[in-house]
């Protein structure tokens, strides 16, 4: 069955470098997602992308933040300078038409 | 107000019973609505979907959706033990490629 893949699983950073986490979307789908997840809160919205271009953003997702398709497989969220208050777990998403699938997540821990 | 809303629970079921998942939505334009189950530390997982009002019965899981009243609501029935995680509802808001979620309701299942 067709998945969502996210590497690494696991990313540990300092605070104030930069950090690029990676996802391989489901070969068909056209919609693309990255949410967040901060340990014992609610899944948030942050960026979705369709047709090489981002279509949605949340207040979340400021010039810190940045997304890429590079190579027509691969989705990537880039976060510039981490600050401590973004260690959680990312998720990316696809989807056909509404139907959104998630990876398994990377938990990024800045310290 | 927020876009969705659920009850953070816990709610507790014993083994055999019915489970009854609630959700508020803001948007009255919204046409899609979703069920996600999340197990601790894991990413959330597409149990359901609804899109038209009134029920829709997938194993023993039923959604059911009113628009006019801006509800919908998750039923699990036989609960089993391995049921028992958070619940997530969520809504596309306003376009097409924003999924947003709740809070989410823990469901615990005791035997």
């Known amino acids: 069955e067709p998945e969502v893949t996210q590497t690494p699983s696991h990313q540990v950073t300092q605070m104030g470098q930069e950090v690029i986490l990676r996802c391989v979307p489901i070969?068909?789908?056209?919609?693309f997602y990255w949410y967040r997840q901060i340990l014992g809160q609610k899944v948030e919205f942050l960026v979705s992308?369709?047709?090489?271009?981002?279509?949605?953003k949340s207040e979340i997702f400021d010039d810190q933040f940045s997304v890429e398709r590079p190579d027509g497989s691969n989705f990537t969220l880039k976060i510039r300078s981490t600050k401590l208050e973004d260690s959680a777990m990312y998720f990316c998403?696809?989807?056909?038409?509404?139907?959104?699938?998630f990876g398994q997540g990377t938990r990024l821990t800045v310290v | 107000q927020k876009e969705v809303e659920q009850n953070s629970g816990p709610l507790s079921v014993p083994e055999g019973a019915i489970a009854s998942l609630n959700c508020t939505y803001s948007d009255r334009g919204s046409q899609s609505f979703f069920w996600y189950r999340q197990y601790s530390g894991k990413s959330p997982e597409l149990i359901m979907s609804?899109?038209?009002?009134g029920d829709k019965e997938d194993g023993r899981f039923t959604a059911q959706l009113n628009k006019a009243s801006q509800y919908v609501s998750l039923l699990i029935r036989d609960s089993q033990p391995s049921d028992s995680a958070t619940y997530l509802c969520?809504?596309?808001?306003?376009?097409?490629?924003?999924?947003?979620f709740g809070t989410g309701t823990r469901l615990l299942v005791s035997p």
């Open positions: 998403a696809s989807s056909w038409n509404t139907e959104a699938f």
């Open positions: 992308f369709y047709n090489n271009e981002i279509s949605e």
């Open positions: 969520a809504v596309i808001i306003s376009s097409f490629q924003k999924l947003v």
């Open positions: 070969s068909n789908h056209l919609y």
């Open positions: 609804i899109y038209s009002n």
